[in-house]
Nanobody
Framework: QVQLVESGGGLVQPGGSLRLSCAAS????????MGWYRQAPGKQRELVAT???????NYADSVKGRFTISRDNDKNTVYLQMNSLKPEDTAVYYC????????????????WGQGTQVTVSS
């Protein structure tokens, strides 16, 4: 019903930058929050950043000042600008759409993307 398609991952040197994008498609009426999570090998998935439809943001302490989340509500797309990347940022990054209301539904659901690999290495 809803697809989240991520793009923008890749290999970058320490100190470099990447921009992730995630577009949600389907019969979407509204999405309350969109965000990015990441999972490194052997670790649990963790929150990176979220943004509500009203523009309120939340960041993990480890990325504050380096990452910026933004959103285009008309396109149901969320972005993550990642600067000053560190090797410890290496992970699979997952897009999330939270409290999604579809046109033909009366309840809220959340959806996940397939993930995009970000590798920070020299």
């Amino acid at each position: 019903q809803v697809q989240l398609v991520e793009s923008g991952g890749g290999l970058v040197q320490p100190g470099g930058s990447l921009r992730l994008s995630c577009a949600a498609s389907g019969s979407i009426f509204s999405i309350y929050a969109m965000g990015w999570y990441r999972q490194a090998p052997g670790k649990q998935r963790e929150l990176v950043a979220t943004i509500t439809s009203g523009g309120s943001t939340n960041y993990a302490d480890s990325v504050k000042g380096r990452f910026t989340i933004s959103r285009d509500n008309d396109k149901n797309t969320v972005y993550l600008q990642m600067n000053s990347l560190k090797p410890e940022d290496t992970a699979v990054y997952y897009c999330n759409a939270d409290q999604v209301l579809l046109f033909d539904s009366d309840h809220l659901d959340d959806y996940w993307g397939q993930g995009t690999q970000v590798t920070v290495s020299s």
